[in-house]
């Protein structure tokens, strides 16, 4: 009996120590883009919030993976761990699928403080360098413009070499969401020089909602399907106020 109570001791030792294995569990991955989404963030971010409470209320734990745009984009399509990415717009593609929204972002231009741009439609934007983030979706209109050379754009790598950039007047705009201005000018210790150069321009491009790309497969329309369960069941915009910063004045449109 002694020996047949250790055998059992043992055995529940093992299993207490050994780690948890999640059946359900679900790879997407994303970016550093602080406030929706970051590594560093409580909860990871107001996106991965959203989306790990969407997928938590259908019983499954989310694993998300922080790369470089470009490269969460083409990990996300090309390896059969993800099952897609967060967050973008939504766009006209056969490679994804998007999820119902996930919260809202708007979307606008900044600007040095010295040299504020009045505009109306994108045709006053002619003969203005602005500066872009490399394959990030803008608006429809605006990418097209640039596209056909109606538009002078500069890409960049990240919105804070754009931040930098129209802080010394090398461009005269940049394309950016301003909870990720306001949040970068606070936190970035690179452009805390730039808290009283830059503000946004007065006029919005868009408010664009906010997705789950998911691959255009039957495993990715599968977990599309089931995330949008998962946030019918959850209070989106009442995540999403508890882990945004409110906007200052000058960081308002």
Request: proline letters at 5%.
């Amino acid at each position: 009996m002694i020996q047949s109570h250790l055998r059992y001791g043992i055995v529940a030792l093992i299993i207490l120590l050994s780690p948890v294995i999640h059946a359900n569990t679900v790879h997407l991955t994303s970016l550093e883009w602080p406030p929706y989404a970051s590594q560093a963030l409580p909860a990871k971010g107001a996106s991965t919030a959203v989306a790990k409470a969407a997928f938590a209320a259908m019983g499954y734990e989310l694993k998300v993976t922080f790369l470089p745009w470009s490269r969460a984009v083409a990990l996300a399509q090309n390896s059969d761990q993800y099952v897609g990415y967060f967050p973008e717009y939504f766009f006209e593609t056969s490679d994804f699928v998007f999820s119902d929204a996930i919260g809202q972002g708007p979307l606008g231009f900044v600007e040095h403080k010295e040299a504020p741009i009045h505009w109306q439609t994108l045709d006053d934007l002619r003969g203005k360098t602005i500066g872009v983030v490399q394959d990030y979706v803008n608006t429809e209109a605006f990418d097209d413009k640039v596209a056909n050379n109606e538009i002078d754009a500069e890409p960049v790598l990240t919105d804070v070499q754009n931040i930098m950039k129209v802080a010394h007047k090398r461009i005269e705009l940049a394309v950016i969401d301003p909870y990720v201005l306001a949040h970068s000018l606070n936190h970035d210790p690179r452009l805390h020089f730039a808290q009283e150069q830059v503000q946004m321009n007065a006029t919005l491009l868009v408010i664009k909602e906010l997705h789950v790309a998911f691959n255009n497969t039957e495993q990715g329309r599968h977990y599309q399907a089931l995330f949008n369960k998962g946030l019918e069941k959850i209070d989106v915009d009442a995540i999403m106020a508890e882990h945004m910063p409110s906007l200052s004045d000058h960081d308002s449109p």
